[in-house]
């Protein structure tokens, strides 16, 4: 395909909320949000265990340490496990919308499974980076740290970063946030890719998996929840890429449901069954649960621990 022909077909454009064409609007995305389908769904019991010690989490808000997206602000948080020592080496967890993620009385609650599984010794000593997408500079910061801003300058931005099928992404995280990370924790993180994980839902979780794509030598696990792999920015091209290229040492679980999203750009249930067929047919390790909820965090809450054993698990 020529880069005219990519223009004309709009693969280059981010998330067009007021679109319509047939009756139908891509606004109906919202209606994924909360679903009948989601009742069943609860926090993983780690999430409501006490665990017999805390891991520190600090905020560093509207961090703008980025070369790679010059001009703009995020937030983001890092998480020590409890008792680390400067010669530990860590494994990783990177969070994309990580304020969804680490909010504590959200669907994940995901310092708290921290907590319980290293207490347990269910997981090895690691550590999380939770981070949210840029910002401009001059686009006020969201109602709460925990919500995606809703700002459409900084909708816009999220889908730049999350959704583009570039490198940009990645080396953000490889050579920007990771050593941020490891500087501000004191903390040696573990330079094997099989103990290094990216996680994200929706637009952050097909970011998640274009990541480990870019740089398997830095993270060979991913997390997708509700993945974007559909015709936003071309994303609905990954089942293909995967089954045509050959295989990257990458596992990855990917959770969507029967109410996910259906609207213009495409329809999430489908496209995360061809991902994950895809996968397969590629030979990767890939783990793929398909529930009856919707666009959103319950059904990932509900498994989350359960994936975060399986991902760092080594195959048998």
């Not at 280059?12 to 891509?26: I, L, P, Y």
Request: proline residues 6%; hydrophobic residues 40%; contains cysteine.
């Amino acid at each position: 395909m020529d880069v005219e022909t990519y223009r004309n077909l709009g693969l280059d454009v981010n998330f067009v909320r007021d679109k319509e064409v047939n009756g139908r609007s891509n606004a109906e995305l919202a209606n994924a949000f909360n679903t009948p389908g989601d009742v069943d769904y609860h926090p993983c019991p780690e999430a409501q265990q006490e665990p017999d010690a805390v891991g520190r989490v600090s905020r560093f808000e509207d961090w703008q340490s980025s070369t790679a997206y010059p001009g703009t602000v995020r937030d983001v948080w890092l998480y020590e496990p409890p008792s680390v020592k400067a010669q530990d080496s860590l494994a990783l967890l990177v969070f994309n919308d990580g304020g969804s993620y680490l909010k504590p009385d959200g669907p994940v609650r995901a310092a708290r499974v921290l907590d319980v599984l290293q207490a347990s010794g269910a997981l090895e000593p690691t550590a999380a980076v939770f981070v949210s997408p840029g910002r401009p500079l001059d686009v006020p910061s969201a109602d709460s740290q925990w919500e995606i801003n809703s700002h459409p300058e900084a909708r816009d931005q999220r889908s730049i970063e999350y959704d583009s099928l570039t490198d940009t992404y990645a080396r953000f995280v490889v050579e920007e946030l990771v050593p941020f990370a490891e500087q501000e924790m004191d903390a040696r993180i573990n330079d094997d890719p099989s103990r290094r994980a990216m996680a994200g839902i929706s637009s952050g979780g097909i970011c998640a998996w274009t990541t480990a794509w870019h740089r398997p030598d830095s993270f060979g696990l991913v997390l997708s929840h509700c993945g974007s792999f559909v015709n936003i920015r071309g994303g609905h091209a990954w089942p293909y890429l995967v089954r045509s290229t050959e295989a990257k040492p990458i596992k990855a679980f990917l959770q969507s449901g029967e109410l996910d999203g259906d609207i213009i750009y495409g329809n999430w249930p489908l496209a995360n069954k061809q991902m994950a067929a895809a996968l397969q047919f590629a030979g990767y390790d890939v783990r793929f649960e398909f529930g009856t909820g919707g666009h959103n965090l319950r059904h990932a809450g509900a498994l989350f621990a359960e994936s975060l054993h399986w991902l760092f698990t080594d195959s048998a």
